[in-house]
């Protein structure tokens, strides 16, 4: 099992960068597949990005070019690179992990999540 706490959320103006982190806790993290995931008030939850075992990544057409992930399996976090931030990307962003081989995509394919940093962008 994996406890997830996300950091590094906040206020920023259109066009700034903030970087998320996502703690976990375990000695097993490197094994795990981990997921970041946004939520804007009356929309479902939506891939962002994320990031493999063997530190393959995936990246939303949303987001790309833009935003990227990466992992410090040394320091137990994952991080959330964000620039050239929009409006439309205001949201509460989660990190997810799950152990299996599952889809990068959807949130019901992993297990463990963290409870989320707000993440508000000004126009």
């Known amino acids: 099992q994996v406890q997830l706490v996300e950091s590094g959320g906040g206020l920023v103006q259109a066009g700034g960068s903030l970087r998320l982190s996502c703690a976990a806790s375990?000695?097993?993290?490197?094994?795990?597949?981990i997921g970041w995931f946004r939520q804007a008030p009356g929309k479902e939850r939506e891939f962002v990005a994320a990031?493999?075992?063997?530190?393959?990544?995936y990246i939303a057409d949303s987001v790309k070019g833009r935003f990227t992930i990466s992992r410090d399996n040394a320091q137990n976090t994952v991080y959330l690179q964000m620039n050239s931030l929009k409006p439309e990307d205001t949201a509460v962003y989660y990190c997810?992990?799950?152990?299996?081989?599952?889809?990068?995509?959807?949130?019901?394919?992993?297990?463990?999540w963290g409870q989320g940093t707000q993440v508000t962008v000004s126009s």
């Open positions: 997810a992990a799950d152990l299996t081989s599952g889809n990068y995509y959807y949130p019901d394919a992993y297990a463990y």
């Open positions: 375990g000695r097993t993290f490197r094994n795990y597949r």
């Open positions: 990031i493999s075992r063997s530190y393959n990544t």
